[in-house]
């Protein structure tokens, strides 16, 4: 019992001074001095996914409780990352994260550590893509979403439905209406895909400067 507790409370201590060093960008993937042999990778990868969720998701967020959920989420996948450096997936979502905070430097760091392990990593190079697309580096974000959709991202829908969108900020209404097909054809009955595929029909794009725009570099 006495074991226990102590355990409890390295592991709410821990989790306090990462998650307010997170924050603040002063937590860097090899830069805490700490035992973790005795801790979980996969706890602290779930605590930050429900604390994630809890700030994207939930009803009752104010911009600063929403910063706090995020400043949880970080300290707990850093600290996953501490004890299990080849939790790839986990720094896809400290650098999304960050990105969300606007602090593009970390969130690139971090997309790049994990691209460094495993540039074939689905998770990397989708969150790769928002973070991009969040900074308005569209041709960036669409590569991103490529990779990431050859590369077997799980969410069929999601993906083509953003490789759509990216598609359209570019101005290929051809390629943004053949994603968000697919992205249908993934969700059958989802509003949103049909709304932009009839938006495009709309304009004609076949008699537009769109359809005969050339392909991006990085498609095959």
Do not use: H
């Amino acid at each position: 019992m006495k074991n226990i507790k102590i355990l409890s409370i390295i592991f709410c201590t821990i989790l306090f001074i990462n998650s307010a060093a997170a924050l603040e960008g002063t937590v860097e993937y090899n830069s805490v001095n700490i035992d973790y042999s005795i801790l979980s990778a996969k706890k602290y990868a779930q605590l930050g996914d429900d604390f994630l969720k809890t700030a994207e998701e939930s009803k009752r967020n104010t911009e600063e409780r929403q910063k706090f959920f995020y400043g949880e989420a970080l300290g707990s996948y850093i600290t996953a990352t501490e004890i299990y450096p080849e939790y790839i997936d986990l720094y896809g979502k400290i650098g999304y994260i960050y990105g969300k905070l606007k602090k593009y430097g970390l969130a690139k760091a971090y997309l790049n550590k994990g691209l460094s392990l495993n540039n074939k990593n689905p998770i990397v190079n989708y969150n790769y893509g928002l973070v991009s697309y969040e900074m308005e580096n569209y041709n960036d974000a669409l590569k991103y979403y490529k990779a990431a959709e050859r590369y077997n991202y799980f969410n069929k829908y999601d993906i083509n439905y953003k490789i759509g969108e990216t598609n359209e900020k570019l101005g290929d209404l051809s390629k943004a209406r053949d994603a968000y097909t697919k992205a249908l054809k993934a969700k059958p009955n989802d509003k949103k895909a049909k709304e932009k595929i009839r938006l495009i029909d709309d304009l004609k794009y076949k008699n537009s400067q769109y359809y005969y725009r050339k392909k991006p570099y990085y498609y095959d």
